[in-house]
Protein backbone atom coordinates (compact mmCIF):
# COMPACT_ATOMS: atom_id res chain seq x y z
CA UNK A 1 0.00 0.00 0.00
CA UNK A 2 1.55 3.77 -0.78
CA UNK A 3 2.23 5.85 1.72
CA UNK A 4 -0.20 8.01 0.97
CA UNK A 5 -3.19 6.07 2.01
CA UNK A 6 -1.26 4.98 5.42
CA UNK A 7 -1.11 8.64 5.92
CA UNK A 8 -4.50 9.85 5.84
CA UNK A 9 -5.61 6.36 7.55
CA UNK A 10 -8.33 7.01 10.01
CA UNK A 11 -9.52 5.49 13.26
CA UNK A 12 -13.49 3.63 13.11
CA UNK A 13 -15.30 2.51 15.76
CA UNK A 14 -18.35 -0.12 15.23
CA UNK A 15 -21.20 0.61 17.81
CA UNK A 16 -23.66 -2.21 19.62
CA UNK A 17 -27.07 -0.99 20.44
CA UNK A 18 -28.54 -3.37 22.56
CA UNK A 19 -30.19 -3.81 25.63
CA UNK A 20 -29.30 -7.28 25.80
CA UNK A 21 -25.75 -7.25 24.98
CA UNK A 22 -25.28 -4.40 27.04
CA UNK A 23 -26.50 -6.28 30.23
CA UNK A 24 -24.08 -9.11 29.11
CA UNK A 25 -27.55 -11.21 28.22
CA UNK A 26 -26.51 -11.96 25.18
CA UNK A 27 -23.50 -12.29 23.13
CA UNK A 28 -22.81 -9.34 20.92
CA UNK A 29 -21.95 -11.20 17.16
CA UNK A 30 -23.29 -8.23 15.08
CA UNK A 31 -20.39 -5.67 16.05
CA UNK A 32 -17.11 -8.17 15.87
CA UNK A 33 -18.66 -9.27 12.58
CA UNK A 34 -19.01 -5.37 11.24
CA UNK A 35 -15.16 -5.47 12.52
CA UNK A 36 -14.25 -7.99 11.38
CA UNK A 37 -15.86 -7.08 7.62
CA UNK A 38 -14.54 -3.15 7.96
CA UNK A 39 -11.03 -4.35 8.71
CA UNK A 40 -10.92 -6.94 5.31
CA UNK A 41 -12.26 -4.46 3.13
CA UNK A 42 -10.82 -1.58 4.86
CA UNK A 43 -8.09 -2.56 6.81
CA UNK A 44 -5.46 -0.31 5.16
CA UNK A 45 -7.25 2.56 5.57
CA UNK A 46 -8.05 2.32 8.71
CA UNK A 47 -5.95 3.36 12.20
CA UNK A 48 -8.34 0.81 14.06
CA UNK A 49 -11.77 0.10 15.08
CA UNK A 50 -13.02 -0.05 18.50
CA UNK A 51 -15.57 -1.74 19.65
CA UNK A 52 -18.36 -0.52 21.78
CA UNK A 53 -21.62 -1.62 23.29
CA UNK A 54 -24.58 0.48 24.74
CA UNK A 55 -28.23 0.51 25.33
CA UNK A 56 -31.07 1.09 23.67
CA UNK A 57 -32.15 4.77 23.35
CA UNK A 58 -31.60 7.59 21.71
CA UNK A 59 -29.72 9.69 23.89
CA UNK A 60 -27.17 6.47 25.02
CA UNK A 61 -26.74 6.45 21.20
CA UNK A 62 -26.41 10.04 20.54
CA UNK A 63 -23.65 10.57 23.46
CA UNK A 64 -21.96 7.39 22.58
CA UNK A 65 -21.43 8.28 18.85
CA UNK A 66 -20.24 12.18 20.35
CA UNK A 67 -17.81 10.43 22.60
CA UNK A 68 -16.32 8.17 19.82
CA UNK A 69 -16.54 11.41 17.29
CA UNK A 70 -14.49 13.16 20.31
CA UNK A 71 -11.62 10.27 20.79
CA UNK A 72 -11.33 10.79 17.40
CA UNK A 73 -13.22 8.07 15.42
CA UNK A 74 -13.71 9.66 12.22
CA UNK A 75 -16.14 7.00 10.85
CA UNK A 76 -18.70 5.37 13.43
CA UNK A 77 -20.55 2.01 12.33
CA UNK A 78 -23.74 1.59 14.27
CA UNK A 79 -25.59 -2.24 14.73
CA UNK A 80 -28.74 -2.82 16.08
CA UNK A 81 -31.67 -0.37 18.00
CA UNK A 82 -33.46 -0.25 14.65
CA UNK A 83 -36.20 -2.43 15.74
CA UNK A 84 -39.83 -1.08 15.83
CA UNK A 85 -40.02 -1.02 20.17
CA UNK A 86 -40.40 2.16 21.80
CA UNK A 87 -36.26 2.20 22.62
CA UNK A 88 -35.09 1.06 19.14
CA UNK A 89 -34.28 4.64 18.36
CA UNK A 90 -30.76 4.30 16.81
CA UNK A 91 -31.27 6.55 13.99
CA UNK A 92 -32.71 9.33 15.80
CA UNK A 93 -30.04 9.23 17.99
CA UNK A 94 -27.33 9.44 15.40
CA UNK A 95 -29.40 12.03 13.16
CA UNK A 96 -28.38 15.23 14.88
CA UNK A 97 -23.97 13.99 14.66
CA UNK A 98 -24.27 13.25 10.86
CA UNK A 99 -21.92 14.67 8.29
CA UNK A 100 -23.39 11.73 5.68
CA UNK A 101 -25.91 9.22 6.15
CA UNK A 102 -24.79 6.09 4.31
Do not use: F, I, N, Q
Amino acid sequence: MPTAARDSSVRACVLTVSDRVSRGEREDRSGPLTRDLLTSGLGDLLEGVDLRVVPDGEDPVREAVAAALREGARLVVTTGGTGVSPRDRTPEGTAPLLDREL
